[in-house]
């Protein structure tokens, strides 16, 4: 049987979540970075309304970038994220708000019985560190959470290097 590591980042967080909470065979443990919770997300609809629409040009994805990094990015891998936002399909770009972020799974997640670590920017404004605190922590027993110091919501991209070396840190207790 194969052995994997599930890692999920903002809603592939969730997702992540969800699938850990099913204890598929080989599951060894379950990395969520800048998570969003597994409860709904409160948010105004005219804010939900204006995220279906955001990434649909260079315009509403540089106003979405600049409001969930807090450290630059090098200008190619900037540049990559602006490109990639805008590829999304619409009908995707509309699920997120519309459905999967209202979407309850807390009593799913409960079941997670692997190992895992929840790694939080200390300056996310999307899935805030707050946030993650009350209405994640106590729905996953025993996770460990690693706070990444002065870092926005793209912490794979603000600051690789801390997100590097908490996963590598912690695979390294659970596989020694």
């Known amino acids: 049987m194969k052995r994997y590591v599930v890692i999920g980042h903002s809603m592939g967080g969730k997702a992540a979540q969800l699938l850990a909470s099913r204890n598929p065979a080989g599951l060894e443990a379950l990395i969520l970075v800048a998570p969003s919770p597994p409860t709904p997300q409160d948010m105004p609809q005219e804010i939900r309304n204006a995220m279906v629409h955001f990434y649909a040009n260079r315009e509403g994805a540089e106003i979405a970038f600049g409001n969930i990094t807090l450290l630059p990015l090098e200008g190619n891998i900037r540049e ?20 999967a972020m209202l979407e309850d799974i807390s009593a799913e997640v409960k079941n997670i019985n692997v190992p895992k670590l929840v790694l939080a920017g200390e300056s996310d404004p999307v899935d805030r560190l707050e946030t993650l605190k009350s209405d994640l922590l106590p729905r996953i027993p025993h996770a460990e959470l690693l706070v990444i110091p002065q870092t926005g919501h793209l912490s794979p991209l603000e600051s690789h290097s801390q997100i590097y070396k908490g996963i590598s840190s912690f695979l390294a207790k659970q596989f020694q």
């Open 80 to 99: 990559m994220v602006l490109e990639d936002m805008q590829k999304g399909a619409p009908s995707a770009r509309a699920a997120w708000p519309e459905t």
